[in-house]
């Protein structure tokens, strides 16, 4: 190869490795997740609801835990008949 083809052949490379990391950052970044956005008044309701709370003695935190816990629990049941079905399909 002269140095004419082998100048040809890095630069070739060396775009391919461009384009490469440009697609790959372009993926990364789609994939991020959004910040999801907390309603107008958020932070207001979410002060009242933890003073009313902790005046009763309790932990906002702790309830909010609970809360967190019962939507669990209730998706699961709630679920739970298709996931049988599902699983009766496969055997």
């Not at 990391?21 to 372009?26: D, F, G, P």
């Not at 629990?73 to 399909?89: D, P």
């Given at each position: 190869?002269?140095?004419?083809?082998?100048?040809?052949?890095?630069?070739?490379?060396?775009?391919?490795?461009?384009?490469?990391?440009?697609?790959?950052?372009?993926?990364?970044?789609?994939?991020?997740?959004?910040?999801?956005?907390?309603?107008?008044?958020?932070?207001?309701?979410?002060?009242?609801?933890?003073?009313?709370i902790e005046a009763d003695g309790s932990s906002y935190y702790e309830w909010l835990h609970e809360r967190h816990q019962d939507i669990i629990?209730?998706?699961?049941?709630?679920?739970?008949?298709?996931?049988?079905?599902?699983?009766?399909?496969?055997?």
């Open positions: 190869m002269d140095k004419t083809q082998d100048k040809d052949v890095k630069q070739d490379e060396k775009a391919a490795i461009k384009d490469s990391a440009e697609s790959s950052r372009k993926v990364s970044s789609s994939k991020r997740r959004r910040r999801p956005v907390k309603p107008e008044g958020f932070k207001e309701f979410e002060t009242l609801a933890k003073g009313i629990l209730n998706f699961n049941v709630s679920n739970q008949k298709q996931i049988t079905n599902v699983a009766k399909k496969g055997e």
